[in-house]
């Protein structure tokens, strides 16, 4: 395949930038790239396993002379980022990002960019529980969707090219407004993410269950909330202060819904349950249709090759 940058930068070396630089390589898209992590024992890490073709010690130097910058670190830190890397930005550049909320990370960043770079936000829906430069696999997007969500004067031709890589990844593409986008993952990620966590926590605190009794007798349901609750703590601590009120509105809704089932179990009313869970049992179906997971008993998860999507 023809490369669609001649160099990339990526910013950030933990599983999804990893990923992005194997499935880069897989399919030829970047004639080089670089990489940068805050963390000295990260780029030694990265530079031991082979991890871009060149490792920066410094994120000015990663981005010098790059085409598309990739920013994949924490929600939080992204503005931080953006003002330690605007100075070396090059003219007619694109910056992207591969954060889970994209309103506060357009916010943050485009105030930094100069005049001349573009800046078109991205969000691959893809990941595992894992973290970390030695986590990513050039599989990952393999027929997962990414979301772009272009700014305001966003370049069109900017837009075709991040589109082009990102299919050459491996991902399904889509367009979508920041604000529509991050109501949906408070629906689909952050707040299962939260749920999940707050599951396991119940575990943990209700002291009649043993630990021993929750390791050794974890049925599939408390085993996904737990493999979804390993995810990193960094980034999901930034997720959920950074995307706050459209994951209150989906916790708000999520209750009510609670409430309604508790009151169904409370007066016996079974048809109310069967019927609930004949809706929800509709919508497994239409993820497994849609190719998004697998209807294979132990969900597809084995070894690295699935997990909790960002």
Known sequence: MTPVYDRVALIGLGLIASSMFWAIKRA????????????????????????????CDSAA???????????AVPVGAMGAVAADIAP???????????????????????PHLPEG?????????????????????????DNRWCLLVPVEGS?????????ALWEGIGSNVDVMDADHHDLVLAVTSHAPHL???????????????????????SAAGFRDFTRIAASDPTMWRDVFLTNKDATL????????????????????????LFDYFT?????????????????????????????AAE
């Open 88 to 110: 070396a930005l090059k003219l007619g550049a694109t910056v992207t990002d591969v954060g889970s909320v994209k309103r506060h990370v357009i916010d943050a960043v485009a």
């Open 249 to 272: 509105e989906i916790l708000g809704r999520f209750t009510e819904e609670l409430f309604a089932l508790q009151r169904a179990i409370r007066t016996g009313d079974g048809d109310m």
């Open 155 to 163: 370049d069109d031709a900017a837009v075709d090219r991040l589109r």
């Open 117 to 141: 770079v573009h800046f078109v936000p991205g969000h691959p829906l893809a990941g595992t529980e894992h973290s970390g430069p030695e986590s990513g696999f050039a599989e990952l997007f």
């Open 61 to 71: 130097d990663a981005v010098a002379g790059a085409d598309l910058v990739v920013l």
């Open 195 to 217: 749920i999940a966590y707050t599951m396991v926590g119940v575990a943990d605190d209700l002291r009649r269950v043993t630990d021993s009794e929750v390791i050794k007798y």
């Open 28 to 55: 030829g898209l970047a004639a080089e790239v670089t990489g940068y992590a805050r963390s000295a024992e990260t780029r030694e890490t990265a530079r031991r396993i082979g991890l871009c073709d060149r490792v």
């Open 279 to 307: 809706h929800t049992r509709a919508i497994r179906r239409g993820i497994v249709e849609a190719g998004q997971d697998t209807a294979a008993p132990d969900f597809g998860r084995v070894g690295t090759s699935g997990g």
